[in-house]
């Protein structure tokens, strides 16, 4: 699914991550999160996808949307989980979308 955006600028949390094998609880976790994030103020729509590396990116109104997000308690306790038994490695990054094209 290709997330619908409003003009730019906006910004894209983009989260890359290598997953344990021993992922108990990450799909339920993983999709709390999306329907959490969908209720943040700020949220403006998400793409992921899974192979060897997982990608996804969330994409928000402003920083301080981005900040209220990594704040919420059941977030951070996922992000926990995550540092503890689900990833083997990732990275965030955090981008300002100053320009946009589709077909």
Same mark, same amino acid.
């Given at each position: 699914?290709?997330?619908?955006?409003?003009?730019?600028?906006?910004?894209?949390?983009?989260?890359?991550?290598?997953?344990?094998?021993?992922?108990?609880?990450?799909?339920?976790?993983?999709?709390?999160?999306?329907?959490?994030?969908? $209720?943040?103020?700020?949220? $403006?729509?998400?793409?992921?996808?899974?192979?060897?590396?997982?990608?996804?990116?969330?994409?928000?109104?402003? $920083?301080e949307s981005i900040k209220?997000?990594?704040?919420?308690?059941?977030?951070?306790?996922?992000?926990?989980?995550?540092?503890?038994?689900?990833?083997?490695?990732?990275?965030?990054?955090?981008?300002?979308?100053?320009?946009?094209?589709? $077909?």
């Amino acid at each position: 699914m290709i997330a619908t955006t409003p003009p730019p600028p906006y910004y894209a949390v983009i989260f890359t991550n290598i997953k344990n094998e021993d992922d108990e609880g990450y799909a339920q976790t993983a999709s709390r999160m999306v329907e959490l994030a969908q $209720l943040q103020p700020g949220f $403006l729509g998400l793409e992921s996808a899974r192979e060897e590396v997982g990608i996804t990116v969330s994409y928000w109104r402003d $920083l301080e949307s981005i900040k209220a997000w990594k704040a919420n308690a059941e977030h951070i306790e996922a992000q926990k989980n995550g540092n503890k038994k689900w990833y083997q490695s990732y990275t965030t990054r955090i981008a300002k979308v100053e320009r946009e094209y589709s $077909l």
